[in-house]
């Protein structure tokens, strides 16, 4: 089962994520499938880039997004 989801990138005290696609039981920063974007969340307003195509063709695979990374994709 795969999951569409957020990985910590940045140093300490500056997070930015990726959203990637991942085996779902694996780790938070985990090996990853695919990379479909990111999202910086200290830039006003936060920066928000996703591969919407990709995005599309990973959830008709049956990948789930999780509720984070849905709600970014509506924002974007």
């Known amino acids: 089962m795969l999951r569409i989801r957020l990985t910590r990138t940045g140093k300490k005290g500056q997070p930015s994520y990726r959203i990637i696609v991942v085996e779902r039981r694996s780790k938070r920063d985990g ?3 695919a990379n479909l974007g990111f999202y910086n969340p200290l ?16 959830i008709g695979k049956g990948a789930q997004p999780s509720d984070t990374v849905r709600s970014l994709f509506k924002k974007a």
């Open 31 to 33: 090996q990853s499938v």
């Open 43 to 58: 830039t006003h307003p936060a920066t928000i880039k996703v591969d919407k195509r990709g995005y599309a063709d990973w």
